[in-house]
């Protein structure tokens, strides 16, 4: 009876949840406030969770001062090796954002809405989700210029958004995908 209890017990311990780790996209780019955590395989003293400082640079033991910004965690972890082969055989290195804060992971929503704001990032985010999320528009809203103003390779993008399509007449076209970084601009009607 009490074996039958402890494997019970066992077995809803494996079923518990594991607390949730925010998903980024294996393109995601690393910045200023983002947490990481740096993960050396079999060297669990080389192992840390840290912020990205507002330099762009981390710190772990053995790396000081490795600039993080605008690379993604793979590429970052094979730095952290490069540095890392000088006192460990052969590094295995993982990194893992695990708060994304920095713009680069935001939306932010400007103009005619009820709550302009920054939101962050999740992967899968569509425009309709950024203005559920700040309250809709308001009623001096020109929703069918809206426009994304996007920055790709250093080069600025413009795409422009029928909002007014998209909410009062359900024509999905219009719901565009986001990206980090993205700004939704709603400009005011002209009377």
Request: cysteine-free.
């Amino acid at each position: 009876m009490l074996f039958l209890a402890t494997t019970q017990m066992a077995s809803a311990a494996n079923e518990m949840p594991t607390p949730a780790v925010p998903a980024v996209a294996a393109d995601y780019l690393i910045g200023p406030g983002d947490t990481v955590q740096v993960f050396v395989w079999r060297n669990p003293e080389l192992t840390v969770t840290v912020p990205v400082r507002p330099d762009g640079k981390i710190s772990t033991p053995l790396v000081e001062d490795m600039v993080a910004v605008n690379k993604t965690p793979s590429h970052l972890a094979r730095d952290i090796e490069k540095v890392l082969a000088e006192y460990v055989k052969a590094p295995q290195v993982n990194v893992i954002v695990t708060q994304p804060a920095s713009a680069y992971s935001q939306i932010k929503i400007m103009g005619q809405v009820q709550h302009p704001q920054a939101l962050p990032y999740r992967e899968g985010m569509m425009v309709l989700d950024a203005v559920l999320a700040v309250g809709g528009l308001t009623q001096f809203a020109a929703g069918n210029r809206a426009k994304i103003m996007r920055s790709e390779d250093g080069k600025s993008q413009e795409i422009k958004v029928k909002l007014g399509k998209l909410l009062d007449g359900g024509d999905m076209s219009q719901n565009v995908a986001l990206k980090p970084g993205d700004v939704l601009l709603i400009p005011e009607s002209r009377f």
